[in-house]
């Protein structure tokens, strides 16, 4: 079998186009960039197909290939739920890509031979939910709310505390993660919302970051967090 730096190499050597093997979609999903709003607002891609990612969140960096704690929001293509953690658009049985036509700057511009294109546009103008929704909007206004009551960044300090001295901060970390709960709730019963639009309005519920949270920082002690 050939491994998979003795392939990275030979792709690097001898691709000069694309022949769509999908190893790129297989491995990830892209981020979305601000060129990619009008995929939104034209509903090529719905709010189910996307999660969000908020400021704090360890999340994986398509370009260095390991995980890192998010300076700023970013909202991508979900993952496959089942088969492969790559794209969700990724038909596995064709290798072919569902909406290509329609698919995102990241995926436009890769070129797996050459990644300098994407490693130079990769954290650039990436889209957030203040391009999405309008200044002022009522869902401008909830997001607003929900960022100042459950920062991802206040759970990541109660944690490191935690780490450090064991149960001093259990019954705070509780109350957060339940009021993050009612939040949620709370919006899902006013506005009717999908489930599956949850996580691209307020990205995963703070209880589902707990253990990837607490696994980022004992990998990184010295991460800052
Ligand atoms: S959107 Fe299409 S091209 Fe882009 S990663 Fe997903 S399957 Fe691949």
């Not at 290798?95 to 070129?111: A, F, N």
């Not at 401008?140 to 920062?151: A, G, N, T, V, Y």
């Not at 259990?170 to 339940?178: F, V």
């Amino acid at each position: 079998m050939v491994r998979a730096m003795e392939y990275g190499n030979y792709r690097e050597k001898n691709r000069t186009r694309c022949i769509r093997c999908a190893e790129c979609c297989r491995r990830n999903s892209p981020a979305l960039h601000q060129e990619d709003l009008p995929l939104i607002t034209q509903k090529n891609l719905g709010r189910s197909t996307l999660i969000l990612y908020r400021r704090g969140e360890p999340a994986m960096d398509n370009v260095m290939g390991t995980p890192v704690l998010l300076a700023g929001e970013m909202i991508k293509i979900k993952s496959a739920d089942t088969g492969h953690r790559g794209c969700l658009f990724l038909d596995l049985r064709s290798g072919h890509c569902s909406i290509y036509g329609s698919r995102p700057m990241e995926c436009s511009i890769l070129e797996c031979w050459n990644t300098a294109p994407l490693m130079n546009y990769y954290q650039e103008n990436r889209l957030t939910r203040a391009d999405i929704f309008p200044r002022g909007s009522a869902m401008d206004e909830l997001i607003r709310m929900h960022e100042e009551q459950c920062p991802v960044t206040e759970l990541s300090s109660m944690l490191q505390q935690e780490i450090n001295t064991p149960g001093t901060l259990r019954e705070e970390i509780n109350s957060l993660l339940a009021f993050d709960d009612s939040f949620r709730q709370g919006f899902q019963k006013k506005t009717g919302a999908h489930e599956e639009d949850m996580f691209f309005y307020f990205g995963r519920p703070l209880k589902d970051l707990v253990r990837p949270l607490m696994d980022f920082m004992k990998l990184n002690p010295d991460s800052g967090t």
